[in-house]
């Protein structure tokens, strides 16, 4: 294990040094494109919360490590950005070998809850609980190939994005997509109309909690070479139709947050969007869209593959460290019996822990 000093500071106390080191990491590890793993994001996430920290890593004095992280206020981290994060990991020196574990202790944090953490990172994937993989669509080499790739692995699918397409083309007043749209009142449509689909499912309703707004309100300000936040609508019969927030890096497109009006389910605006989104990256010579995890069958009909990821925890305490590995193992054995009421504690605690994220706890 490498030995060295390490810092826990808040994203607006990093030196220009410091910064300068984050950055070339990532642009270093093609893994670390997204632009969850950019110092922006991470400033956005001071802004909207207290608790937003980075562990830096030095060895004899040079920068080797960073993991930006939620602290929480019962002294449990968790990754950067809460449960709004996708993805999250170690922005490291390239060939710098150092367990996130180390990390982790070295700043003095007892349990870090860790959830779709690149498991590529051998330190996250050595401790995975569950393992998933983020979806990615390959704009590498343009809009037009990515489109025929999917006809020719999945013709239905364009078929009916088509199909959708020439419904839009017919409506009266026409059409229109601004990929930019810097109205407050298209931000506030999106909250609004995402609010109303997290109750209507049963979902918890993520805008509930005050930081969350003020997270995606800091991405939408924030307009780099780097990093960029991106409200883009469809406007349909002079009538707002879908809005879609979204992140930008200089490498790769994040597909987050998308809303449409219930008027026009029939011709998919949510889908649209995405096309949309997805041309706009292949425009902007970006590597890839990413889709975030989850078995969606858009995501899976649309990506081109996945990037592995891996959720778990770290518990450099012996004590944190048996007793959560107790309480998995006991709702892990519960949930193989042949009862339905068997899965209730697993499910009890698993609404806890997503609770705790988003309360900041």
Known sequence: MNQGETQLKRPSELTAAEREA???????????????????????????????RV???????????????????????????GPLGDVHGVITE?????????????????????????????????????????WQVDTSEGFAAWRA???????????????????????????????ADPRPEAFATLLEWKSAQYRRTGVFDAFRVGWTQKLLAAVLKRQSPRFSGVLSTL????????????????????????????????????????????????DLGLASVELGPGDY???????????????????????????HRSVDGWVERLERLPVPSARWPGKALRRIDEMAGFYAL
């Open 22 to 52: 984050w950055q070339a990491f990532v642009a270093a590890d093609p893994l670390l494109g997204s632009p969850y793993f950019a110092p922006e994001f991470a400033e956005c996430c001071e802004e909207a919360r207290a608790d937003t």
């Open 55 to 81: 562990v830096i890593h030095r060895r004899k004095g040079a920068i080797k490590a960073f993991l930006p992280l939620q602290t929480g206020r019962l002294g449990i981290a968790r990754p950067i950005g």
């Open 235 to 282: 406007t349909v019969d002079n009538r707002l139709a879908a809005v879609h927030l979204g992140m930008v890096s200089d490498r790769m497109a994040h597909f987050w947050f998308p809303a449409y009006h219930a008027d026009f389910s029939r011709i998919s605006p949510g889908l649209l969007m995405l096309e949309e989104f997805i041309r706009m990256a292949a």
């Open 149 to 179: 790739n999917r006809r020719e692995i999945v013709p239905k699918v364009i078929k009916n994005l088509d199909m959708r397409r020439r419904r839009l083309e017919r409506f009266e007043a026409g059409y229109t997509v601004r990929l």
């Open 94 to 134: 390239p060939g710098y070998g150092l367990a996130p574990t180390a990390l982790i202790s070295q700043a003095g944090i007892s349990l870090f809850e860790f959830k779709s953490a690149l498991a590529a990172q051998s330190g996250f994937s050595a401790n995975a609980r569950v393992r998933d993989g983020s």
């Open 297 to 323: 069958g858009f995501k899976q009909e649309l990506a081109s593959y996945q990037t592995g990821l891996a959720s778990g925890f770290l518990a450099p305490s012996p004590i944190c460290n048996r007793i």
